[in-house]
């Protein structure tokens, strides 16, 4: 019957030279002093960072929490804002003026910087249905001088504002006031630059209406109504505004498409 390894046996060298083999008994002596220090470890890591911890987890589970209300809070002031003037709109088309410009009403005061641009340009639109032409100026000047809302509806609303009483202003109020979209390259350029053109007429300035009748009637990005009128206009004037004869002969008609034979078969 074989005997259990005395104490002496298992601290002898293997039978290889190398260090001694660890009993079962030792390696599982081992794995609990290592189980302890790593507990011990935990534990001081957590006595000394553990508030430090608690308070940033505290403080971002907070801030996600009412980062989640804000934007719950905000979607629904938007689709409250959007339904307001969708109902505005279908008051509009429906011709009610007045029932559209109090639909928007709450969001002048109280809308995002673009619902309460919508809501205005609703109002002046209506105002001008009703032909309260005044009030339409008014509030079209109010976007324009509106420096949180985007320059694009700020220059729409500068045109709208001057279109809408025109015939009432002085030329050179006209022109001044537009000068900075009058411009080749603004985005309202063919507006602007018509309606400066005319108010160069009423002064006499035939050259300089001419020359900007010319320069909407050569700018392919505009409506082909307004390059075409502004043609039109540029020649009474005396300034050539077609860079292309022939394919303007040929757009009326007056000649034969490019390519097409000419020749009697």
């Known amino acids: 019957m074989a005997q259990p390894p005395s104490k002496s046996d298992r ?5 290889d030279g190398g260090a001694p083999t660890p009993s079962a008994e030792d390696e599982i ?6 189980e302890a220090v790593r507990q011990d470890d935990a534990a001081q890591f957590m006595q ?10 505290v403080v971002f589970l907070a801030g996600f929490g009412g980062w989640l209300y804000w934007q719950s809070r905000e979607e629904a002031a938007l689709e409250t804002q959007s339904e307001r003037i969708i109902t505005a709109m279908d008051a509009v088309d429906g011709g009610d003026f007045e029932a559209a410009a109090e639909r928007v009403d709450p969001l002048v005061e109280e809308g995002t910087p673009g619902a309460r641009a919508a809501a205005l340009f609703v ?3 209506s105002a001008l249905e009703q032909d309260e032409t005044e009030r339409a100026v008014e509030i079209y000047a109010m976007i324009a001088a509106d ?12 045109i709208r504002e001057v279109a ?20 080749p390259g603004s985005a309202f350029f063919g507006s602007a630059a018509e309606l400066t053109a005319i108010a160069h007429l009423e002064l006499g300035n035939r050259d300089e209406a001419g020359q900007l009748f010319a320069q909407i009637a050569k700018d392919e990005d505009l409506p082909d109504t307004l390059t075409r009128r502004a043609q039109q206009m540029a020649g009474l004037l005396g300034v050539d505004a077609i860079e292309d004869v022939d394919e303007l002969l040929r ?11 000419t020749g009697a078969q």
């Open 164 to 183: 809408s009483n025109f015939d009432e202003r002085e030329p050179q109020a006209v022109i001044d006031r537009l000068a900075p979209l009058a411009q």
């Open 251 to 261: 757009e009326e008609g007056v000649l034969p498409a490019s390519g097409s034979s």
């Open 29 to 34: 002596l081992i794995r609990e002093i290592d």
């Open 147 to 158: 420096e949180s809302l985007p320059a694009e509806l700020r220059d729409l609303a500068r």
């Open 123 to 125: 109002q002046a639109a």
């Open 48 to 57: 000394k960072y553990g508030p430090t911890l608690a308070i940033v987890i």
């Open 11 to 15: 601290n002898k060298p293997s039978g």
